[in-house]
């Protein structure tokens, strides 16, 4: 895969078109689009000093790769470029509040305007609305981007703000989160004793990871539960292969897909040439608790499993208008009888791919449980050094036109998994799939 520098995330965590893709107008308007997306962000990023600056006194007390001697003080900044061009909104506001804050706030000697300016940069993005509209600063672009390559220090859950609530998507393949119990849908409560209410994405990201060996307290409430409880989880490294393949004794391929991260795309075409080979008599692809990533690897997965020039998923964007992304060639697998597994943490690109499997193809069949329903794109966009802002730039709907955001994917079989289930080393949705294929043999 290759990354360009305005990466579309259908998620979190989480591209743009394959470059396989020659330069065709198409491409060539989409890279046109993107330039007048930067040319805005920097605009949003100068505007943002006139959003809220709560959300960085809430900060700690040195600014993100700064240590204690580098702090500035509001009294001593020069800002640049601070006109604004929009004659609705009195933006001497913002100034009023700034030194309203230098010179009144109690601890204003401990006030850091480099929190302040990212902060304020948060609370313009916060007050979209959107979860996944956000600002990354130094340290959280150095998550993202670790997240994207599947090595980072923490307990391997991806997250995301669900009914206003931190709420866990899925926990990664044998990661600390997966071995302490942790379950889709577990909705965080509290971090190490700190509430969660109001609590940004980023900064909840942020207060979970850490060095591996220590320990995070999560105070969780579980669908089916009375109460909430307190799961410790002991961080490690995570290191996440994100496809593993098996063959059953039957002649069934089992491909486990985890996430849509940097590797995954070449991970799963290596997979894909050896399921080839083999020729097997069905395949189980396995996008449980995969909580999505990049779309260009969506893309380019689905180009192997079904035929060339088929819609993978529309982007709709605020003018309503769609633009289709197309398979781009190379299915092998689009005459192999499949099962598709998904569930409360399938999302995101996960469902972009079990969508365009069941309405491209006529021999595909989804178990298990609805998915998480993440139906927005974001883009990546470069605001200055080390820094970026995720934007979220359009809706996404399936080939035959269907929207699923809050709303999931329903599968065609639903079949769940109990405590007892999962405690007895039972699978009961794998073992529907393995039934479904033998049957259609």
């Known amino acids: 895969m290759t990354n360009e520098s305005t990466p579309k995330v259908p998620e979190a965590i989480s591209p743009v078109v394959s470059s396989e893709v020659g330069p065709d107008p198409e491409t060539l308007e989409r890279k046109n689009r993107r330039l007048v997306r930067r040319v805005l962000a920097v605009f949003f990023l100068c505007a943002a000093l006139f959003g809220s600056y709560q959300f960085g006194r809430e900060q700690g007390k040195t600014a993100p790769g700064q240590v204690a001697s580098?702090?500035?003080?509001?009294?001593s900044v020069m800002f640049s470029n601070t006109q604004s061009q929009d004659k609705t909104i009195d933006f001497s506001l913002f100034w009023k509040v700034w030194n309203i804050l230098k010179d009144k706030y109690v601890d204003r000697n401990k006030l850091d305007a480099t929190k302040l300016f990212y902060g304020a940069i948060k609370g313009m993005l916060a007050a979209t609305g959107d979860p996944y509209t956000t600002f990354f600063d130094p340290e959280e672009q150095k998550s993202f981007n670790e997240d994207m390559t599947g090595k980072f220090e923490g307990i391997g859950a991806e997250?995301?703000?669900?009914?206003?609530?931190?709420?866990?998507?899925?926990?990664?393949?044998?990661?600390?989160?997966?071995q302490a119990g942790l379950r889709p849908n577990d909705k965080i409560l509290k971090i190490d004793g700190l509430k969660t209410t109001n609590m940004s994405l980023e900064d909840a990201v942020g207060k979970i990871r850490g060095p591996k060996g220590t320990n995070v307290v999560l105070n969780i409430f579980r669908s089916g539960e009375d109460t909430a409880r307190d799961v410790t989880v002991v961080r490690d490294v995570i290191n996440v292969k994100s496809v593993k393949l098996d063959f059953r004794n039957d002649g069934i391929a089992v491909l486990r897909v985890s996430r849509f991260g940097d590797s995954t795309q070449q991970d799963f075409a290596d997979a894909v040439a050896i399921i080839t080979k083999k020729n097997p008599s069905g395949l189980i692809l396995d996008l449980r608790s995969n909580p999505g990533g990049l779309l260009d690897a969506a893309v380019s997965m689905a180009s192997l499993m079904i035929p060339s020039n088929q819609t993978v998923v529309w982007e709709e964007d605020a003018q309503g208008t769609r633009k289709a992304e197309k398979t781009i060639g190379g299915d092998v697998l689009s005459g192999v009888p499949t099962v598709v597994l998904i569930d409360e943490g399938s999302a995101s690109a996960s469902e972009i791919l079990s969508g365009a499997l069941r309405e491209d193809?006529?021999?595909?069949t989804l178990v298990g449980k609805k998915s998480f329903g993440k139906g927005s794109v974001q883009e990546l966009v470069p605001v200055g050094k080390d820094m970026s802002v995720k934007?979220?730039?359009?809706?996404?709907?399936?080939?035959?036109?269907?929207?699923?955001?809050?709303?999931?994917?329903?599968?065609?079989?639903?079949?769940?998994?109990?405590?007892?289930?999962?405690?007895?080393?039972r699978d009961p949705q794998k073992d529907k799939a393995v039934e479904i294929l033998q049957k259609n043999k």
């Open 159 to 178: 997250m995301g703000i669900r009914d206003d609530v931190l709420t866990i998507i899925a926990p990664l393949d044998g990661t600390p989160s997966e």
């Open 361 to 364: 193809r006529g021999n595909v």
């Open 391 to 425: 934007v979220t730039i359009a809706h996404w709907l399936t080939p035959n036109g269907n929207q699923i955001n809050d709303k999931g994917i329903s599968p065609d079989t639903e079949v769940g998994i109990t405590i007892d289930d999962i405690k007895a080393g």
């Open 70 to 75: 580098s702090v500035i003080s509001p009294g």
